[in-house]
């Protein structure tokens, strides 16, 4: 089971990066997929997840909400991260993690998470 996210960069304030989670040795349709992020100095902070079966519900932190896009492709066993009109509090590193349930909080992703993979660095800065 592997999850590796890609796609970070140096981006401007203002600016767009679109992340990838790329999941093998598994099929990642069955289960919520999200991304949280690490920033020097903070605790853990989930940004977006989205589920998984046919809802494919969409969940986003009050932060990035408006901002960020999450989608999959279940074809490709791939979960996105669009985010737009980036902010220098973005910068962080940023990880894909499967969980069996998204539940209504993040802590409830949290406690059932079971597999994430190397982070990806998004910094924002002029």
């Known amino acids: 089971v592997q999850l590796q996210a890609s796609g970070g960069g140096l981006v401007q304030p203002g600016g767009s990066l679109r992340l990838s989670c790329a999941a093998s040795g598994f099929s990642l349709d069955v289960y919520c997929i999200g991304w949280f992020r690490r920033a020097p100095g903070k605790q853990r902070e989930g940004v977006s997840r989205?589920?998984?079966?046919?809802?494919?519900?969409?969940y986003y932190s009050d932060t990035v909400q408006g901002r960020f896009t999450i989608s999959r492709d279940n074809t490709k066993n791939m979960v996105y991260l669009q985010m737009d009109s980036l902010k220098p509090g973005d910068t962080a590193v940023y990880f894909c993690?499967?969980?069996?349930?998204?539940?209504?909080?993040?802590?409830?992703?949290?406690?059932?998470?079971?597999?994430w993979g190397e982070g990806t660095q998004v910094t924002v800065s002029s």
């Open positions: 993690a499967r969980s069996r349930e998204c539940g209504a909080t993040w802590s409830d992703y949290y406690y059932y998470m079971d597999a």
């Open positions: 989205i589920s998984g079966g046919v809802r494919n519900t969409e």
